[in-house]
């Protein structure tokens, strides 16, 4: 069972500069995913990869440990250009440097060093144990309920997002358990990436992770949590 992990940092970033080069304990934050993926890999053995535009996001990402052997082209790094091609694009470079054909792709973002070894190996060995999924991802228990959430009219008048026929002011505790993707780990087949032309196929198996590791890194404000949460789990 061949398997790869691919790590995609561009340099652009409108909400953060040098997003991925952002500090956190000292470190970059594509180091972070890196050293994180390392880790994970004692356990179920794959490659890490890493995909990037900027020659020194490649050379944080290779003193990480990161397999970093080219720059992405410059027409997959523009902002309007999705996630998907750019992992194509790592899987088949990585297949004709290794000569070799990958079975499991392993998605992971430097936006979310909270997450843990543990999150990809669980997410990797749950695809492996259940050949009828497509895919596996990192999921938590999302903090604001669609119950709870709400439209707003022209006219001002607030109505249910989720038509529920009444209002319901149910406690928490009694409403359904909703999820969302902790934006951390993503684990697909070969073919639902390369064949299918997507990054999560269905079905897709959940992997519950902590909240507390599935914090995404898109504003300053998630980078501040980001570090709060590190020193506090480093100082613990």
Known sequence: ?????????RAGSKGIPSKNLALVGGEPLVAHIIKIALKAAESIPFEVMLSTDAQNIR?????AGAWAP???PAELAKDDIPSLPVVQHAVSEAESRRNIRYDIII???PTAPLCRPEDIVSCVRMLLQTPSADSAVAVTEAEIHPFRMKRMLDDGRLIN???QGFED???RQSLPKVYRRGGSVYVSRRAVIMEKGTLVGDPC????VP????VDVDTPIDLELVRLLYDRKTNQ
Do not use: C, K, W
């Open 205 to 208: 198996i959940g992997v519950e």
């Open 59 to 63: 050379v944080a990402g290779i003193s």
């Open 211 to 214: 909240p507390e590791t599935a």
């Open 161 to 163: 997002y989720i038509d």
């Open 169 to 171: 002011m149910r406690p």
């Open 70 to 72: 080219f720059l992405r």
């Open 1 to 9: 069972m061949n398997i790869l992990a691919v790590a995609i940092a």
């Open 107 to 109: 998605y992971l973002q």
